[in-house]
């Protein structure tokens, strides 16, 4: 089944070192999203990929960082994990043609940070 | 600023009965609105969707009504069913303001009773 795969599904990490999430897709869209989710809370983007176009959200922190290596992958780099950072993190895939902006997400990769 | 504002956080609901599950937005300029459902440990999937130029759409147990002059949309489930018991996120588009990002709303947790 075509599906959104993300690895680790639990990441426990220390303060301050740097941590890797990784996303991979077989539904070949050309669009990938990373949300971020904290305890009752809506979804909110961070960044997303149109292709090899990187957009980010104005208000992501420069502590957050993507790379997009091709169309299947997708990863999100925490520089220096706070605290503040521990939450459940969402990747999620759509096609860019309307009209339906239907986004599939994966199961989430929650991350604890110590 | 929560765009997408859901003031209900829980809902309990006897199964076989309506679940009606509400939704309020602030932009006007959004035009496409979904319903995301989410179980613990999966990502959100993809429940129904509007857009702002209809005002009901119904795809099975599922309609979700849109009234823009209230700027509120409400999600009804007829008959409720135990395996609906999940959080139901509402989400808003704008392509003209946000691009591809969903705004989602905080959630509603559903329980559907025996």
């Known amino acids: 089944d075509a599906m959104v795969i993300q690895n680790p599904r639990y990441q426990v990490t220390q303060f301050g070192k740097p941590v890797t999430l990784s996303c991979s897709q077989t539904?070949?869209?050309?669009?990938m999203y990373w949300y971020q989710q904290k305890s009752s809370q809506a979804p909110k983007l961070l960044f997303h990929?149109?292709?090899?176009?990187?957009?980010n959200e104005a208000d992501t922190p420069d502590n957050f960082q993507s790379r997009r290596p091709n169309t299947s992958f997708c990863f999100l780099d925490i520089r220096s994990p706070g605290l503040g950072d521990a939450a459940m993190y969402l990747c999620?895939?759509?096609?860019?043609?309307?009209?339906?902006?239907?986004?599939?997400f994966g199961p989430g990769t929650r991350l604890t940070v110590t | 600023d929560q765009q997408v504002k859901q003031n209900s956080p829980s809902l309990s609901v006897q199964e076989g009965r309506i679940s009606i599950l509400n939704c309020d937005y602030t932009?006007?300029?959004?035009?496409?609105f979904l319903w995301y459902k989410k179980y613990p440990a999966e990502g959100p999937t993809f429940l129904i969707s509007?857009?702002?130029?209809?005002d009901k759409n119904e795809d099975g147990r599922f309609t979700v009504f849109l009234n823009k002059s209230a700027k509120h949309l409400s999600l009804h489930i007829v008959p409720s069913q135990p395996g609906d018991s999940a959080v139901y996120f509402c989400?808003?588009?704008?392509?003209?303001?946000?691009?591809?990002?969903?705004?989602f709303g905080k959630g509603t947790s559903l329980l559907v009773t025996p």
């Open positions: 999620a895939t759509s096609t860019d043609t309307g009209p339906s902006y239907e986004q599939y």
């Open positions: 990929y149109y292709d090899k176009d990187f957009n």
């Open positions: 932009n006007s300029m959004f035009d496409y």
């Open positions: 509007i857009s702002s130029i209809k």
């Open positions: 539904l070949n869209h050309n669009v």
């Open positions: 989400a808003a588009i704008g392509a003209d303001i946000s691009g591809y990002a969903l705004n």
